[in-house]
T-cell receptor
Framework: SAVISQKPSRDICQRGTSLTIQCQVDSQVTMMFWYRQQPGQSLTLIATANQGSEATYESGFVIDKFPISRPNLTFSTLTVSNMSPEDSSIYLC???????????FGPGTRLTVL | KNQVEQSPQSLIILEGKNCTLQ??????????LRWYKQDTGRGPVSLTI?????NTKSNGRYTATLDADTKQSSLHITASQLSDSASYIC????????????FGQGTELSVKP
């Protein structure tokens, strides 16, 4: 199994600012994902982080708002840009290897925007 | 549209009792169906995973069933413990979609002493 850590675990930010969330996996993985989980809701996929190329975004999410980096097979960042209170949520990182079925999740970053 | 729906939305049971959570899905075809447990403030952790051809899978006190004909799955928890209090999420992986997952909204289980 993969162990995933995220930093920061939580943050309180002012509207209009940006926050970068880091995701570190303890082993090389083929696929990394970023999710949002709003209060009382399940997970919604924001994008798939691709190593060496631009991330693949889901409908409703755009690169200008959620720029993603993936410089290698164990690390990725998600930036929440120009934040508003509607961005208050938990952001989770997920990882999966191409030839296995299980996706593992980080503990999440709880973001509050004032 | 691919959807996963769970019931009940929330459930309260006494410690030591059994319970069953339901999941209905419209995802077809699919690679596998998983049940995840998500403790408050944590990321989801996989409990069971079943492929299209499997009917049941156990993991300790957790037993998942799958009926691919009716597109239903259930998670049965035996002899519940206080630590079972969590959100249980049914997740379906559509076939050949690069690892994407379709999440149910979860069932919030509370086990009381």
């Amino acid at each position: 199994s993969a162990v995933i850590s995220q930093k920061p675990s939580r943050d309180i930010c002012q509207r209009g600012t940006s926050l970068t969330i880091q995701c570190q996996v303890d082993s090389q993985v083929t696929m990394m994902f970023w999710y949002r989980q709003q209060p009382g809701q399940s997970l919604t996929l924001i994008a798939t982080a691709n190593q060496g190329s631009e991330a693949t975004y889901e409908s409703g999410f755009v690169i200008d708002k959620f720029p993603i980096s993936r410089p290698n097979l164990t690390f990725s960042t998600l930036t929440v840009s120009n934040m508003s209170p509607e961005d208050s949520s938990i952001y989770l990182c997920g990882s999966k290897n191409r030839h296995t079925d299980t996706q593992y999740f980080g503990p999440g970053t709880r973001l509050t925007v004032l | 549209k691919n959807q996963v729906e769970q019931s009940p939305q929330s459930l309260i049971i006494l410690e030591g009792k059994n319970c069953t959570l339901q999941c209905n899905y419209t995802v077809s075809p699919f690679s596998n169906l998983r049940w995840y447990k998500q403790d408050t403030g944590r990321g989801p952790v996989s409990l069971t995973i079943m492929t299209f051809s499997e009917n049941t899978k156990s993991n300790g006190r957790y037993t998942a069933t799958l009926d691919a004909d009716t597109k239903q799955s259930s998670l049965h928890i035996t002899a519940s413990q206080l630590s079972d209090s969590a959100s249980y999420i049914c997740v379906v992986s559509p076939y050949n979609q690069g690892g994407k997952l379709i999440f149910g909204q979860g069932t919030e289980l509370s086990v009381k002493p």
